[in-house]
């Protein structure tokens, strides 16, 4: 045979692999998203952080000779139409996971149907309860807020401010922290002389503020999402509030300084270190990983990569190790999740375990101030 057939038969079987990468059926795994309504500054990073990286596993040729498939679905924030979206993701759709979706509220409202369907969801909500206690196919990414509540009264213990007022939303997030703030107080010598909530829609929170500005608050906790912590900087800067305000883990994103303007400076909250990522050592684990995606993102959508796509990114990789140990059946994921190890993410280090759905530690946060509209690590 002369070199010109073994070229021609080598350039036909070449053809006839590529064309076969995906030969087998893909694995479908869905999202929910809040891309559009008030939490689309959550959503929106996550669904394109979601594309983003299933993407770029499929162009590296996907996952065991198999292609991702993102059914992704905006859920508007609205805990009913997350409901119904599962059940099409899981009736409908056939997939094999659900990432999401944004907020506690609907991933509480979500957590029945995976359970009852046996469909593993890894959610990108921060509250506590959503895996305490823990549920057989409910994981999460994003940060706890018990571990945000203990990263702010560290602080304050440290700096001998014991009095605190706190000021959070009436929503799931906002409840899962309040009941946080309260049980963990204790622990830190802090005394909260004020207990005050806000409506997700209101768009003024004068009264609560002057209320506490005639007690003896060392320090202001507000415990939220977007767009109502910005309206509570806002309005504490009319009244010449000076007393330090602390936000919760709900606004790491530079949306929140856009929303907030000039009243933002000096605002301290705890956040997953993609925000400073640059201004990390060289000895941080994670520092790598945190800066490749920022730039991954930037050169995606032309903005910076934040907290709330990491927790997309964070799920999306955990599916794929999992589907790289031989997992493609809601069963075999759940049990390898769960299995997970010392898995370097966007939202710190995950160790899963019968025991912990939620896999992160308190050294997941570090504490930041904005300065400047940017940035700094409160040392």
């Not at 702010?152 to 799931?172: C, M, P, R, W």
């Not at 995606?300 to 709330?308: I, L």
Request: hydrophobic share 40%; net charge positive.
């Amino acid at each position: 045979m002369n070199s010109r057939i073994v070229s021609f038969l080598f350039a036909v079987l070449t053809m006839l692999l590529s064309t076969n990468v995906f030969a087998a059926a893909p694995i479908k795994i869905g999202a929910l998203f809040a891309v559009t309504g008030p939490a689309a500054f959550l959503g929106e990073p996550e669904r394109n952080t979601a594309k983003m990286v299933v993407d770029e596993i499929n162009k590296a040729g996907g996952v065991r000779g198999r292609k991702l498939e993102l059914v992704a679905y905006d859920t508007a924030g609205d805990a009913t139409k997350a409901v119904q979206l599962a059940t099409k993701l899981i009736k409908d759709d056939k997939v094999v996971a659900i990432i999401g979706p944004s907020t506690t509220g609907e991933t509480m409202a979500v957590i029945p149907v995976a359970e009852k369907e046996q469909v593993p969801l890894i959610s990108c909500s921060a509250g506590s309860k959503i895996t305490d206690p823990v549920k057989k196919w409910v994981f999460k990414t994003a940060q706890n807020d018990a571990l945000a509540v203990g990263r702010i009264f560290e602080y304050l213990q440290k700096h001998k401010q014991t009095n605190v007022a706190i000021l959070t939303v009436s929503d799931g997030f906002g409840a899962s922290g309040r009941e946080q703030l309260k049980a963990q107080a204790a622990k830190y010598g802090i005394r909260i002389v004020s207990d005050d909530t806000y409506g997700p829609k209101d768009t003024d929170m004068t009264a609560q503020l002057t209320k506490i500005r005639g007690s003896n608050a060392q320090a202001i906790i507000c415990w939220g999402t977007n767009p109502g912590p910005a309206v509570v900087a806002k309005n504490a800067r009319q009244l010449g509030v000076k007393t330090p305000l602390f936000m919760s883990h709900g606004v790491s994103s530079k949306k929140f300084i856009d929303l907030a303007g000039d009243a933002a400076e000096g605002v301290k909250l705890p956040s997953g270190k993609v925000l400073v990522s640059d201004l990390l050592p060289k000895s941080e684990s994670q520092k790598k990983a945190l800066v490749s995606f920022v730039k991954d993102y930037q050169n995606h959508y032309k903005a910076e990569g934040d907290h709330f796509g990491g927790h997309a990114w964070d799920a999306v990789m955990l599916l794929k190790n999992a589907i790289e140990r031989g997992a493609d059946t809601p069963s075999s994921i759940r049990n390898q999740l769960e299995k997970t190890r010392n898995f370097f993410g966007i939202g710190g280090t995950f160790n899963y375990s019968a025991q912990d759905h939620a896999g992160l530690g308190k050294d997941a946060f570090v504490l930041v101030e904005i300065k400047n509209r940017d940035w700094v690590i409160v040392k």
